[in-house]
C-alpha cells in the first residue's frame, strides 16, 4: 500500500507519486506492517471545502466527532489517476435501489432516512450485536483512502474515501473458526426506494454482496462513512458502504444494514441473475470479457464525445503487488 504523509493543502488534486518513490515506500511498509495500521503516520484532518466544489453534507455526531483525530493516507499511483471532480462522483452513479439511470440515484436517494442507522452484525461470532453508527466505529480513527473504482461496465473514477478497514469492525465481533465468507445486506426500503418497488426489476431485494474472509480482511478492504472529506452523499452510499478497490464496482455494496460471518459462500446479487455474466469474485481483469463487452480498457470519468479519455485496465485495478497473492493457484477465468 502506498503512504503520503504531507497535508492535504501540501498535496494537489491531479498529484500522483512516482513509480521509484512507490517501490521505496513499499520498502518501509514492509518494515511496519506488523504494527498495525492505526499506529502508522498520524496526521492532520482537512475540511471538505478543501476539496473543489464539494457541497456540504451533515455532520452528525458520530462523524464530526472523528474528524478531529488524526488518521493518515494512502493514495493511488500512476498518471491516469486524477481525482474524479465531486459533481461526476455523485451525480454518474449504479444504485439501483433509486433506479436504472446513471442520475438516479442523485434525483431519488434524497428520500432515504440515514439517521438513526443500525447494522447487524451476526453469524458465527462471539459478539453479535445491533450497533449504531457510533458503536459500529468504536475508537477506530478515520482514514482516508484515494482509490481507483472501476466498473464493470467499463468506466471508472478516482475517489478520495473516509472510512476504516473493514478487518478492525470484523475483529472486534471474534469471528470464529468457522467463519469462511462475509455476506453484506442493502437497506430494505421499498417506500424510500423507488427501485424496490419496480415490477420490472431482475434483483431480488434485498440487495446482497460477499467476500471470502482473506478477502474481507485484506488491509485495502474499507468500510467507507465519507468521501471528499464529507459524509457519504445517500446516492453514495450513506451512511456505510464497502470499497474494494481490486474488484469490480458492484462488489462495493451501498447503505448497508447487516454484516453476517457464514461457513458458506453466499449467493449475491448479480450472480444470481446470470451467472455467466457475473462471477462471486468479480477481480478486475482486464484479459477476461464480460460476454458483451471488453474489459481490456476503460473510460476514466470525466469524459465526453470528443474525449473519450479512455485508458488500459490493470489487472486487479492495479493492486496485484497486494492482492494477487490472494488467488494464488486459482484459474481466474473459471473463477472470475
Known amino acids: 500500500m502506498l503512504i503520503k504523509t504531507r497535508k492535504r493543502h501540501q498535496i494537489g488534486e491531479n498529484e500522483v507519486t512516482s513509480e521509484s518513490v512507490y517501490h521505496a515506500r513499499r520498502h518501509f511498509m514492509a518494515g511496519v506492517a506488523g504494527l498495525g495500521m492505526a499506529a502508522v503516520l498520524p496526521r492532520s484532518v482537512w475540511a471538505a471545502s478543501e476539496y473543489d466544489n464539494v457541497e456540504q453534507g451533515s455532520r ?8 478531529d483525530n488524526t488518521h493518515w493516507k494512502a493514495v493511488t499511483a ?14 454518474y452513479n449504479n444504485f439501483f435501489e433509486f433506479g436504472t439511470s446513471k442520475d438516479d440515484p442523485y434525483k431519488h436517494a434524497g428520500a432515504m432516512t440515514t439517521e438513526p442507522w443500525t447494522i447487524e452484525v451476526d453469524g458465527e461470532v462471539g459478539k453479535p450485536g445491533t450497533l449504531d453508527m457510533n458503536q459500529l466505529l468504536g475508537e477506530q480513527q478515520l482514514e482516508e483512502r484515494i482509490y481507483r473504482l472501476r466498473c464493470v461496465e467499463a468506466w471508472s473514477m478516482v475517489i478520495p474515501w473516509l472510512g476504516v478497514p473493514l ?14 465468507y462475509v455476506r453484506f445486506q442493502t437497506l430494505m426500503r421499498p417506500e424510500e426506494m423507488p427501485g424496490q418497488r419496480s415490477r420490472f ?22 468500510l467507507s462513512v465519507g468521501m471528499y472529506g464529507r459524509i457519504l452523499p445517500n446516492q453514495n452510499g450513506a451512511p456505510v458502504r464497502l470499497v474494494v478497490p481490486w474488484k469490480y464496482g458492484f462488489k462495493s455494496i451501498k447503505s448497508i444494514v447487516r ?3 457464514v461457513k458458506e459462500q453466499p449467493p449475491t446479487a448479480w ?12 477481480n478486475v481483469n482486464p484479459d477476461v470479457d464480460h460476454p458483451r463487452w471488453s474489459q481490456a480498457r476503460e473510460r476514466r470519468l470525466p469524459n465526453s464525445l470528443f474525449s473519450p479519455n479512455m485508458i ?3 489487472m486487479f485495478n492495479g493492486y496485484g503487488d497486494e492482492v494477487a497473492s490472494l488467488y494464488k493457484g486459482m484459474d481466474l477465468r473459471k473463477y472470475f
Open 60 to 67: 452528525p455526531d458520530w462523524f464530526a466527532s472523528r474528524l
Open 78 to 91: 500512476g498518471e491516469n489517476d486524477k481525482l474524479t471532480p465531486f459533481n461526476d462522483a455523485t451525480h
Open 167 to 180: 478487518s478492525a469492525i470484523l475483529k472486534r465481533a471474534e469471528p470464529t473458526s468457522d467463519a469462511k
Open 201 to 222: 426489476g431482475l434483483i431480488d431485494w434485498p440487495y446482497q454482496e460477499g467476500l471470502r474472509m482473506d478477502e474481507a480482511m485484506h488491509p485495502l478492504t474499507l
Open 259 to 261: 454484516i453476517s460471518l
Open 271 to 282: 450472480p444470481t441473475i446470470n451467472a455467466n455474466e457475473y462471477g462471486f469474485y468479480s
Open 312 to 314: 488500459d485496465t490493470q
